[in-house]
């Protein structure tokens, strides 16, 4: 099929009209609305280092999560210990990831270890110490379990991000897993980081507690606080001054309901004052749940706390049904915006801490595309000057296919929306120079032949045909190295292995079938009988 010069002509002819058609969007910025509808809408998307943007390492405290994991564990020990009438006193986390429990008899001991085996299999007692008739035992989680838990928190923390960022509209971010609790983060384009860093560092718990109101706030916050308590703060703006001040809360320490039951979260504009709040719609278990604890709590005042600080403590006049809720704040509208996405997008399971913090501004970025274009055009110029002072006019069909190489190449990264980065165009300019490696192998092969004798018919046969093998175990010696890198690698190396790659695979298409049809063009319908190379 291929023996055709016309179909291999129309072959070519695709491929380039193909680039072209992907290329549109980036080098025309305005298309008539006729057209538009059939073109691609996107641009070749460009990295951080090009555009501008936000780059960060952020660390996810999975201590923390195995310590909120035991927290939730000692309440459900306690009604398992209840429930099998094992007697004991004083069940509470201790310090670091670890439950802390009093037997009052000898006979607890073996009650508490059928309750670990039959409900709890992923702790076990590190200590028991003999104390006034029963035994004070400390319990821990196994470490097979802890090593599991810490992973799923990463891994979990790296999804929440990521559905964050999505619903936060940056087009093209990176969010790679670094190590065993580390997250790269970046995000090309972003124009407001400070913005962007609180919405993806927020751990965003969102919890109902019920406000203590028998016992005395004042007396708590003097240190006597009543058992199962603790003291949370909110704010309130004094519409006088318009400043913010603290106020405390003694709050039920017992959570009733959390953020994990929430089927959506909407930014609405109260009709009263105008001001913008987020309402919250809870699944059909989190309805159910919210039934009940309002229906059993009216008269009392239910904390909505977001990440331990109280944003509305209202009282629940009667039972509410429907799972519907509002948090209310005095939010400004981005505020509410960014609290209706982390919310939509789920808590993350533990507090993250930023390791790094690197911003790329928007004319950085230029500079760095205006002297990639620079080296490209300088690599280009060197390559053309060169083949053309030592093959002469072959060498003249070598840097021909040169531009058409990074027309396809570019629209290849178009047409598959990958992104463009510094060492990407460091990779484009590699690639300039390995395609005409590849053609230089084939002239010096067809110079061989003439100088046996060969007519330039048989001669351009030979050279193709005996250089074919080396420039393919060379490209796929590349390519294996390039797709590694690309699998394997993180930021600027990922970056330039997928130029690199796509680049060895377009430079066998123009450097090897692009350029034959060329010369077959000539030898063919123009017989020329000497070959200038």
């Known amino acids: 099929m291929f023996k055709s010069l016309k179909i291999r002509l129309a072959v070519t002819a695709v491929v380039c009209l193909a680039a072209l058609y992907f290329l549109i969007p980036t080098f025309v910025s305005n298309i008539p609305s006729p057209l538009d509808q059939y073109l691609p809408k996107e641009k070749i998307h460009l990295g951080l280092d090009l555009q501008g943007g936000m780059?960060?390492?952020?660390?996810?405290?999975?201590?923390?999560?195995?310590?909120?994991?035991?927290?939730?564990?000692?309440?459900?020990?306690?009604?398992?210990?209840?429930?099998?009438?094992?007697?004991?006193?004083?069940?509470?986390?201790?310090?670091?990831?670890?439950?802390?429990?009093?037997?009052?008899?000898?006979a607890g001991k073996s009650a508490l270890e059928k309750v670990l085996k039959d409900q709890f299999p992923d702790l076990e007692i590190s200590s028991s110490t003999p104390r006034d008739g029963g035994q004070l035992v400390t319990l821990k989680i196994n470490n097979k379990r802890a090593v599991e838990l810490k992973k799923l928190t990463v891994?979990?923390?790296?999804?929440?991000?990521?559905?964050?960022?999505?619903?936060?509209?940056?087009?093209?971010?990176?969010?790679?897993?670094?190590?065993?609790?580390?997250?790269?983060?970046?995000?090309?384009?972003?124009?407001?980081?400070e913005r962007a860093k609180n919405l993806i560092g927020k751990t965003a718990l969102l919890e109902f507690k019920i406000v203590d109101e028998e016992n005395s706030l004042d007396e708590a916050l003097r240190g006597n606080i009543p058992e199962g308590d603790?003291?949370?703060y909110g704010t309130r703006e004094d519409k006088s001054s318009g400043q913010r001040g603290q106020v405390p809360y003694l709050l039920?320490?017992?959570?009733?309901?959390t953020g994990a039951s929430l089927e959506t979260a909407k930014v609405q504009i109260s009709d009263r004052f105008g001001e913008p709040h987020v309402s919250?719609?809870?699944?059909?278990?989190?309805?159910?749940?919210?039934?009940?604890?309002?229906?059993?709590?009216?008269?009392?005042?239910?904390?909505?706390?977001?990440?331990?600080?109280?944003?509305?403590?209202?009282?629940?006049?009667?039972?509410?049904?429907?799972?519907?809720?509002q948090i209310t704040g005095n939010f400004t509208m981005d505020e509410a915006r960014d609290l209706a996405i982390v919310l939509r997008a789920g808590a993350l399971p533990a507090p993250v801490n930023i390791l790094e913090e690197r911003t790329v501004g928007p004319s950085l970025g230029s500079d760095s595309i205006r002297q990639g274009?620079?080296?490209?055009?300088?690599?280009?110029?060197?390559?053309?000057?060169?083949?053309?002072?030592?093959?002469?006019?072959?060498?003249?069909?070598?840097?021909?296919v040169l531009i058409l190489n990074i027309i396809v190449l570019l629209g290849i990264l178009a047409g598959f929306k990958a992104t463009l980065t510094l060492p990407g165009i460091a990779g484009i300019v590699l690639v300039i120079g390995m395609a005409v490696d590849a053609n230089v192998l084939i002239f010096e092969r067809i110079r061989e032949e003439l100088r046996l004798?060969?007519?330039?018919?048989?001669?351009?046969?030979?050279?193709?045909?005996?250089?074919?093998?080396?420039?393919?175990?060379?490209?796929?010696?590349?390519?294996?190295?390039?797709?590694?890198?690309?699998?394997?690698?993180?930021?600027?190396?990922?970056?330039?292995?997928?130029?690199?790659?796509?680049?060895?695979?377009?430079?066998?298409?123009?450097?090897?079938?692009?350029?034959?049809?060329?010369?077959?063009?000539?030898?063919?319908?123009?017989?020329?009988?000497?070959?200038s190379i």
Request: glycine share 6%; no cysteine.
């Open 55 to 106: 780059h960060l390492l952020m660390e996810i405290d999975t201590d923390k999560a195995l310590e909120a994991m035991m927290e939730r564990t000692s309440n459900d020990l306690k009604e398992s210990l209840m429930e099998g009438k094992v007697h004991f006193r004083n069940v509470e986390k201790t310090q670091g990831a670890a439950i802390s429990l009093e037997l009052t008899d000898s």
């Open 252 to 257: 039920k320490n017992k959570t009733l309901l």
């Open 155 to 193: 891994e979990h923390s790296v999804e929440t991000i990521r559905n964050r960022v999505d619903q936060f509209g940056v087009a093209e971010p990176e969010i790679i897993q670094e190590g065993e609790n580390r997250i790269l983060i970046q995000l090309p384009g972003v124009k407001d980081p």
């Open 453 to 531: 004798g060969k007519p330039p018919r048989a001669a351009i046969d030979a050279g193709y045909s005996k250089a074919f093998v080396t420039i393919l175990d060379s490209n796929v010696t590349t390519l294996i190295a390039a797709l590694f890198l690309f699998a394997f690698g993180t930021g600027p190396v990922k970056g330039f292995a997928l130029t690199l790659s796509i680049g060895i695979v377009v430079s066998m298409f123009t450097a090897v079938f692009v350029t034959r049809i060329i010369f077959d063009y000539f030898i063919w319908n123009r017989s020329i009988s000497k070959i």
């Open 373 to 400: 274009i620079m080296a490209t055009l300088i690599g280009f110029l060197l390559v053309v000057v060169f083949m053309f002072i030592y093959y002469r006019l072959s060498g003249l069909v070598a840097d021909s």
């Open 280 to 325: 919250i719609k809870f699944n059909s278990q989190g309805a159910a749940d919210f039934d009940r604890i309002t229906n059993e709590n009216v008269r009392k005042r239910l904390a909505i706390v977001l990440d331990g600080v109280v944003h509305s403590a209202p009282v629940i006049q009667e039972r509410i049904s429907g799972g519907q809720a």
């Open 230 to 232: 603790v003291i949370a």
